[in-house]
């Protein structure tokens, strides 16, 4: 799938949805009450990426405009202050019809970067201070990445996430509750509901719905999953640099480990954390280096909107909602009745 121009349109099996009938999400509570979302320090971390060994390819099929001739407006249209910027070299439309897969880590098949040429990705988005951070050095070199966002951490902090769609980037999605979806202990309805609740938060949060790009927690897919996806017609990311960047002790480390990689491989779209707080500190010198190594930034966005399924956006609502007892006025839960 080299085709230097030109659009290529793989056929696209058509799937038919997964009927849903009377299913739902096991009623847990979320663990902080939506009244709670600001309260930061009071949410759990998540469980972060891990390494994983290869995994044999999958076949997934989907169409990707590849290697574009120069087109006009390629640029984005905000003036760039920066005039060393590292800004936006081309940028990418996906058609996820399918669910076509990207990152060379698992998916082999669309292969759109040139030399040089890199995409920039972040998961377990938002998190305070630290994705502000990438977001600011990101302005600050007239870039864009693309993010993927935890659904609970969409409800913790609705407003960062905002940010980030409101500075132009891509926001996809990364399950509700960062679960690994390759585990034995979850089983097909709640992989889908990982899943689809967690579209439903990203787009409760952002107030529309967001890209159709998805990546699994931990890099764990496995077959019914992409089959699922599949049938959404979501696209799936993996990687084809990863930073590894949850285990650096350092910001350099987050930097030399990426420039190291990049030396080696050329190109590819690089995973990162904002949810880190070396990688939000790495950011600043980590884009500068990019620009003095001569590469570029490649931004990828859909084609179209993610659609998300009502049911799920309609429960997530229902369960964001305050417990019925504290809506009930006071003379109705206290009741006077000896004086
Ligand atoms: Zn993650």
Known sequence: MRNAFGLMLMSVAAATLIAAGGWFWNSHRSPVAPQAFA???????????????????IETTGSIPEKTPAAPALQPKQTCANPDALGVSRVVEIDTTGGPGFGFEHFKQIDFL??????????DSPWPVNTPAVLK????????AMFFSIGKHATF?????????????????HTWSHANLNSKKLNEQTVKDEIEKG?????LALGTAPAPFFRFPELQHNPAAMAYLGTRNI?????????????????????????TKLEKQGKGIILMHDFQKHTAEAMPELLRRLKAGG?????????APMQTLPE????????MKMPVATARPVSSVVQTVSQ
């Open 157 to 173: 902090h609705p407003e960062i996430l905002r940010q980030v769609a409101a500075a132009g980037h891509t926001v996809g999605t």
């Open 235 to 259: 696209a799936m990311f993996s990687c084809d640099l990863d930073s590894f960047d949850f285990r650096a002790k350092s910001p350099e480390q987050v930097i030399n480990t990426v420039m």
């Open 199 to 203: 579209n439903s938060a990203v787009k």
């Open 137 to 144: 050095a990101l302005a600050d070199q007239c870039t864009k």
């Open 295 to 303: 590469y570029k930034v490649v931004f990828m966005k859909p084609k």
């Open 312 to 319: 799920y956006d309609d429960a997530l609502i229902k369960d």
């Open 114 to 123: 040139a030399d040089k040429e890199v995409v920039l990705s972040f998961d």
């Open 39 to 57: 309260a930061a320090q009071a949410t759990p971390a998540p469980v972060h990426a891990k390494p994983l060994a290869s995994r044999d390819p």
